[in-house]
């Protein structure tokens, strides 16, 4: 598709600097008179990026992202070096929407009350959906209980393919040590969308699993969240 085909219902002056517009139609005074509901994901986007260069807008700049990842939750989880690419896109900004994208993940993840209580998979998979479901890459965490099962924290382990290399025991039961922990659930995601185990996510979880048992210090549950799905390995009876 080409630049201008992105523009063809509208006025002329949206190819000028933003500042030129019409006050009602420039998107930091369109949120503060109409609301945040009344923006589109470029123009939130160009409120983040704020000024663009001389050939192209930062309205022009969030609708260029957001064809190239045709979703704010793929752009979501690009990182800062891939958005530098872009012209007229530099460090500053970079990070800026990095910073905004993470606080969107947190917001959607923090629980109502102070303390978030663990009943079930389902709990788990609402608290961390947010920061996992787009990632590129898996992620391992260790998430650490007390003994009326509150999230008392979670500890990233390894980042990359899961296996026992990465993840080693010490690693894992280290911070639940520290707290301490009354238990532990296991975390990673899958990228492909397939949340079904490996042979490798099942040999790592069989371990951990024993040195939980020996340590005094249980695993509840290894959860695989893959985008959309998820599999919990205590509900197929795995532990």
């Not at 872009?86 to 990070?95: D, E, N, R, S």
């Not at 099942?202 to 509840?220: C, D, F, K, N």
Request: charged share 25%; with cysteine.
């Amino acid at each position: 598709m080409a630049p201008n085909d992105l523009h063809t219902a509208e006025p002329q002056y949206y190819h000028s600097a933003i500042r030129t517009w019409p006050p009602d139609e420039r998107p930091r005074e369109k949120l503060l008179h109409r609301g945040r509901e009344a923006l589109s994901d470029a123009e939130l986007l160009a409120i983040i990026i704020r000024s663009g260069t001389n050939a192209i807008t930062a309205l022009d700049l969030g609708k260029t992202l957001l064809r190239d990842f045709r979703s704010l939750s793929n752009l979501a989880s690009r990182p800062i070096e891939e958005l530098r690419r872009y012209k007229g896109i530099g460090a500053a900004t970079a990070v800026t929407l990095a910073a905004g994208f993470e606080i969107g993940r947190r917001a959607a993840s923090e629980p109502p009350g102070e303390k978030l209580t663990i009943r079930s998979p389902e709990d788990v998979v609402a608290r961390y959906r947010p920061f996992v479901r787009d990632l590129a890459q898996e992620v391992f965490r260790v998430i650490l209980l007390d003994s009326a099962n509150h999230l008392i924290r979670d500890v990233v382990i390894s980042t990359g393919i899961l296996n026992n290399s990465l993840v080693h025991p010490r690693e894992v039961f280290r911070p639940a040590i520290l707290e301490p922990a009354a238990g532990i659930i296991l975390l990673h995601n899958h990228p492909s969308g397939n949340p079904e185990p490996s042979a490798e996510d099942q040999q790592v979880t069989r371990q951990l699993t024993e040195t939980g048992r020996i340590m005094g210090i249980p695993v509840h549950d290894h959860i695989i969240i893959a985008k959309d799905a998820w599999c919990s390995f205590a509900e197929r009876g795995m532990l």
